[in-house]
């Protein structure tokens, strides 16, 4: 079963840069700022789609001690907003069966990042909402170690 990884997402970025070079300056950027050694969980929000632009994806990646939110900017910048694994201080989940899960991941600052396997992708709603249960679980598991 085809699984969704950062390596997978940085192989298909590598294919998009032939034609784009602000697309390649993105993909070293992500390489040269984020090990895939150190990738624990990955989620691409708004990148499985063929009609909408690289700007409008955000990555949520997940470490043993961080959560990292990538945006991609025009003109081949990307922004990295990084967070410690404390900063989360909850996480919210709506669920329904094999069809749809949405979760909210609230920071201390009160700043929100929300995946939703419904709309975040055209063709992969099942594979993006394994993606989020994942997330939920392994961040759950944080936040009760805390306590």
């Known amino acids: 079963m085809y699984e969704i990884t950062y390596q997978d997402f940085l192989r298909s970025l ?41 700007e ?38 709506s669920h329904k069966n094999r069809n749809a899960s949405i979760l909210t991941i609230c920071f201390n600052d009160g700043n929100t990042f929300i995946l939703d396997s419904l709309n975040d992708s055209q063709h992969h709603k099942s594979k993006l909402q394994q993606k989020v249960i994942e997330i939920c679980k392994y961040i759950s598991e944080v936040l009760s170690n805390r306590i």
């Open 14 to 54: 590598r294919e998009f840069s032939f034609a784009n070079s602000f697309i390649e300056d993105q993909m070293y950027s992500l390489q040269e700022l984020i090990s895939e050694d150190e990738v624990q969980l990955f989620y691409p929000k708004n990148f499985m789609f063929k009609d909408k632009p690289i």
């Open 56 to 93: 409008e994806t955000e990555l949520l990646i997940v470490t043993k001690s961080k959560v990292c939110i990538v945006g991609f900017l025009e003109q081949g910048f990307i922004n990295l907003d990084e967070r410690s694994l404390d900063s989360v201080t909850r996480i919210k989940i």
